[in-house]
């Protein structure tokens, strides 16, 4: 048996929260990822795979717990990984060549020549020749990451992190570089021995990688290790290969871990929202009504030509607001959803209105901070400095993005983004 390359043993999460809240966001994860291994971990929005990515990289220390690297287990970031964020994280004052290079900071049996050299064989690598001198703001979505990429790959890494690295790119483009990510691996022209990449795409994860392991949320536990043993190139059409991404999204769906239903959580103040935009939910709802009837969830993405996970987060808001009732993988409006469904434009607003009002913590603060304000004003750096503290950075934009959206759509408050501030809007008497 090959040797291991990283070891999770028990590890724990848990973040405090304000006012003496905790919240446990990993519970008891045990995994052992081999040398030559394409992990990808699945499971809902907010169950915990960012962290636990970041555990592994040591740039978060678990609150119980060890990761053991190459059988060490040590405090702080390890050297010999390197991570690929959604968010690119690139610095937009320095050139491709500079962001590259940066990979290289810590590298002190390099000269500055040599990490020029070894930075533009990557970027060649990568595709991107040609783009040494141009800066970010320059590059498309597509470019940037593979300038994060790049980043990266230069630093050699035993172990590959990415997370969520597909997911801000449009489908094409992300097709492009995953096969061109995958071709790099497998011609073994990165020395890199194991990839661990956090996706919500199923498809994506049974494509890449060579096993998938799937976490429940609230807290996350491992729920399923399933092995993918087709061999490269995969053909999404072949029987096989569907087969597994249908037992995956199965797994995702149950109760358990549930990735379609909301759940509520009362020891939560702040639930995450799915990010899904209120003119996505009219649209599903509006389907949902045409299709008149229970309907397989599965079927219904093959159907739209959506990939799952471009649904689940638009049903997850539908079950949210309760507008849909999710039963073993069956999807059919409520009495609130079918009333919504058939309102007029007005009518519908106020529906949601109130079903949000009632079911979704954040937009209800939001609206009651605002009331609470004798100019009904406040700015969004507000809300984000709350939000951060519950979910973090990253999500946290996400999150006031979904809100101030699902807000103007019920007519709650108005957004002013040249002065990035929130107002009620007037009533009209
Ligand atoms: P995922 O990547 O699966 O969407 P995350 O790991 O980002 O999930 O977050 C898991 C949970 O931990 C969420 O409920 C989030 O709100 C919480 N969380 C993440 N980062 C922080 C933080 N820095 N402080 C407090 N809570 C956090
Ligand atoms: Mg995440």
Redesign the pocket.
């Known amino acids: 048996m090959a040797e291991a390359l990283i070891k999770l043993d028990h590890i724990f ?1 848990t ?3 304000p006012g003496n809240n905790n ?1 446990t ?1 990993l519970s008891d994860i045990n995994l052992e990822i081999q040398e030559g291994e394409f992990v990808a971990i699945l ?12 555990i592994i990289a040591g740039l ?1 220390e678990p609150s119980q717990g060890k990761v053991y690297y190459k059988n060490e287990s040590g405090e702080g970031f390890r050297t010999g990984m390197s991570m690929v964020f959604q968010s690119f994280a690139l610095f937009p004052w320095l050139t491709v060549l500079e962001n590259v290079k940066l990979g290289l900071k810590n590298n002190h049996s390099l000269d500055e020549k040599q990490k020029e050299e070894k930075a533009i064989e990557i970027i060649d690598m990568i595709g991107l020749d040609g783009f040494e001198r141009a800066y970010p703001k320059e590059l498309s979505g597509g470019m940037k990451q593979r300038v994060g990429l790049g980043r990266a790959l230069v630093m050699e890494p035993d172990l590959l992190l990415m ?2 690295p597909f997911s801000a790119l449009d489908v094409l483009t992300a097709e492009n570089l995953k096969r061109d990510l995958l071709e790099l691996w497998m011609e073994k022209r990165i020395p890199t021995k194991s990839i661990i990449m ?1 996706t919500h795409g199923i498809e994506e994860a049974v494509y890449m990688a060579n096993r998938a392991v799937v ?1 429940s ?1 609230d807290p ?1 536990r491992v729920v399923a290790n399933i092995p993918i043993n087709l061999p490269h190139w995969r053909d999404k059409q072949d029987r096989m290969f569907t087969a597994l991404v249908d037992k995956i999204y199965s797994i995702l769906t149950t109760k358990e871990v549930g990735a379609a239903t909301y759940k509520e959580d009362k020891t ?1 103040k702040l639930a ?1 929202l799915p990010n899904a935009r209120s003119g996505a939910l009219t649209g599903f709802i509006e389907l949902l009504e045409d299709i008149g009837q229970k309907t397989d969830l599965y079927k219904l993405g093959d159907q739209l030509n959506l990939d799952l996970e471009d649904l689940l987060p638009i049903v997850e808001a539908a079950s949210m607001l309760q507008l849909v009732m999710i039963k073993e993988g069956d999807i059919e409006l409520t009495p609130i959803g079918k009333a919504f469904a058939e309102a007029t434009v007005l009518e519908r607003k106020e529906i949601f209105r109130e079903q949000a009002l009632q079911r979704v913590g954040s937009l209800n603060t939001v609206f009651s901070a605002l009331n609470s304000k004798s100019n009904g004003k406040m700015p969004e750096e507000f809300f984000l400095n709350i939000l ?8 946290a934009q996400n999150q006031l993005n979904t809100i101030i959206d699902w807000g103007r759509y019920a007519e709650l408050f108005a957004y002013d983004e040249h002065v990035g501030q929130l107002f009620l809007e007037k009533e009209e008497d």
Request: charged content about 35%; overall charge neutral.
């Open positions: 999460k973040y405090d929260l919240s966001v499971g809902p929005s907010g169950s915990g795979k960012s962290t636990l990515l970041r978060v997370d969520e956090v976490l949320r996350a939560k995450q951060t503290r519950h979910f973090g950075e990253e999500e």
